[in-house]
């Protein structure tokens, strides 16, 4: 599946959900990942996210597609993703 | 069509960058907008934007699905945006 992640989480927390992000998808802009990941992977992720975030206070929104052909995409101004994200 | 808006603006550009995208779709969250467009009210929003970023310095990203049945929304945490931006 096909995943984009947004997080507004406290300065606190950013590093660890960061390096949870960035295990298993690709960084493109301030707080946006993006990437192909299974079912399982997904899940990984959710689960590792659940249990390092505050759930009073931090928020994670994923939108996800069965396949990255179903969402395009597009930049305005500078791509700050490395080439390795690029859809 | 179904969008998903991420920005990274620079702060004195936050502002008119935020009123134009409040005007056509719904704040999730931090730096993220989510709404149903058609393909002119799109177009109107992306013209706008390009006149208000510095295109040497902010990043505008788009997702873009043809149905918002193509993609499914999950929240961990708390929702940040209002009950009318619930999916």
Redesign the interface.
Known sequence: MFV?L?Y??AVERNPKVLKTCRKYLHW?????FQGELSTAQYRAL?TT??TT??????????????SPD???????????GGPGDIL
Request: net charge negative; no cysteine; proline share 3%.
């Open positions: 984009i947004v507004d989480t493109t802009q301030r707080s946006v959710m996210l659940n975030i505050d759930p009073e206070y931090d928020s994670i929104v994923t939108y996800t597609a069965r179903m969402i395009e995409s597009s930049t305005l101004g500078i791509t700050l």
